[in-house]
């Protein structure tokens, strides 16, 4: 995580009318040098060549940063001890006076972002010094953050010293690393070399186009060497891009492409990807060379093509005694994992109800590598009321939400005999009525007679 030196949004609650109008009056600098602190691990080497970890603090010193209004008044970074012992933190600090680190925005309002930031230091190159094994002096230093971007730092650290020297200038070793440090305690460093990329891990979709970033920039010291773009997955590897400088030629499999001016010119590596097919998922390693360094980035490629989705037929009408299959087709779609659901839904009804009487095909494999599978509901009327609908839903990892395509179950409907039937049977009914409400009639005015004849 990155270190508490920066108020996070100490102006973006401006409540005091006075000191909104002060800054006002005042307009802050555009730029603004700070320190950024981040909370680090240090991997070296212990007994027998296994590896050890210790608790180290990697300060990136005087960093420019845009002043947008929100950086606190503390900017500078106060080592807590000037003697620390073999298990105290170690300090690293990193001054880039010829190249600029990147990203230091993003390192900066890491906490204000709610983003989390890993940082490893370890061991980059060892040297002798008098005749004995020196510690190491060069250090690499790997930052990733949450949101995808990954840094890496060549840090060159103090020159190994002779036990001569080390009486002689009155140096004090670091207890953990046995290099000189500074008064406060701190193992001084440089930035010699930095690359970068903005992803880690990219998800497109079939026949588009996409950039893998990746840059670097290096001091006057050394020089660019070589850049080399593999392709890992299932455990094959190929090399898509190889550009060294003096070379005549490039090295470039087809679909690919390096600018190579904009590579020699302003550090930019990245590799543009054009019509993106399955067969292009994988892991892409972007590999920097110079005179003196290396370094790599790992983005991984994964496709992810949405499903199309029909349901036929689309409208359905009963006739009694007859079950009718829904077929749900679920087609285009990659990777492989994919989940289909049936529901039902009638007038009455308030919530659908989950169908469990399913079945389904063998999943499918086109020529373009994505899959098809097809999804069977069988409805009876003799176990269903109508009107009702029925909708086939389907969840895939590359939709943003599940899709969900209905039918429609339409009331039976009366054809043929069974109209007929019905129509003489309402015929029957009404006569009879009729007759009946006739010979009411007739009777009333007979029985009126009757009496009065009485009398």
């Known amino acids: 995580m990155a270190g508490g030196l920066v108020l996070c949004g100490a102006l ?35 007994a027998r060549g296994s590896s050890s970890q210790h608790p180290a603090t990697l300060v990136l010193r005087d960093i420019s940063i845009r002043n947008d209004g929100n950086l606190g008044d503390e900017a500078e970074y106060k080592a807590p001890q000037e003697n620390p012992d073999f298990s105290s933190p170690i300090v690293f600090e990193a001054s880039a006076p010829s190249i600029s680190v990147p990203h230091t925005e993003s390192l900066l309002h890491a906490d204000c972002g709610g983003e989390e930031v890993s940082c490893e230091i370890s061991p980059y190159s060892f040297r002798k010094a008098g005749g004995r094994p020196c510690r190491p002096s060069w250090f690499m230093a790997t930052l ?30 670091h207890p953990k690393l046995g290099i000189p440090m500074s008064k406060e305690g701190t193992v001084l460093t440089t930035v010699e070399f930095q690359s970068s990329s903005r992803n880690t891990s990219l998800r497109v979709r079939l026949g588009s186009s996409v950039t893998l970033d990746c840059h670097f920039a290096l001091a006057p010291s050394s020089w660019f060497f070589s850049l080399e773009w593999r392709r890992q997955h299932r455990g094959s590897g190929r090399s898509l891009f190889q550009y060294q400088v003096g070379s005549t030629s490039v090295e470039a499999q087809p679909k690919v492409h390096v600018d190579v001016v904009e590579l020699l010119t302003s550090g930019d590596a990245s590799l ?28 991984q490629l994964q496709v992810a ?13 009963f006739e009694r005694g007859v079950t009718t299959t829904l077929t749900c087709n679920v087609a285009g779609y990659y990777p492989l994992d994919v989940s289909v659901s049936w529901t039902q839904k009638t007038p009455k009804g308030e919530v659908e109800i989950s169908l469990s009487n399913t079945r389904f095909s063998s999943h499918r494999q086109s020529r373009d590598g994505t899959y098809s599978i097809s999804s069977y509901l069988s409805i009876s009327s003799a176990t269903v009321q109508a009107p009702a609908t029925y909708s086939c839903h389907v969840s895939h990892m590359a939709l943003a939400e599940p899709i969900s395509v209905s039918a429609r179950l339409k009331a039976p409907e009366q054809t043929g005999s069974e109209g007929l039937v019905g129509t003489f049977i309402a015929t029957v009914i009404f006569i009879v009525v009729l007759f009946i409400v006739l010979g009411r009639r007739a009777a009333k005015p007979n029985s009126e007679q009757l009496l009065k004849a009485s009398e």
């Open 12 to 46: 973006a609650l401006c409540g005091a009318l006075a000191l909104c109008g002060a800054l006002a009056a005042e307009p802050a600098p555009p730029f603004r040098k700070v320190d950024i602190a981040l909370d680090c691990s240090y991997v070296g080497e212990a």
């Open 272 to 299: 543009s990807l054009e019509e993106v097919s399955v067969g292009d998922e994988g892991t892409y390693i972007c590999l920097l060379s110079t005179s003196l360094h290396q370094a790599q980035h790992i983005i």
């Open 144 to 173: 990733q953050l949450s949101s995808g971007i990954s840094i890496a730092l060549v840090l060159r650290g103090p020159h190994c010293i002779s036990q001569k020297e080390e009486k002689e200038h009155n140096a004090t070793l």
């Open 305 to 317: 093509e949405p499903p199309r989705v029909h349901v036929i037929p689309a409208v359905v009408t």
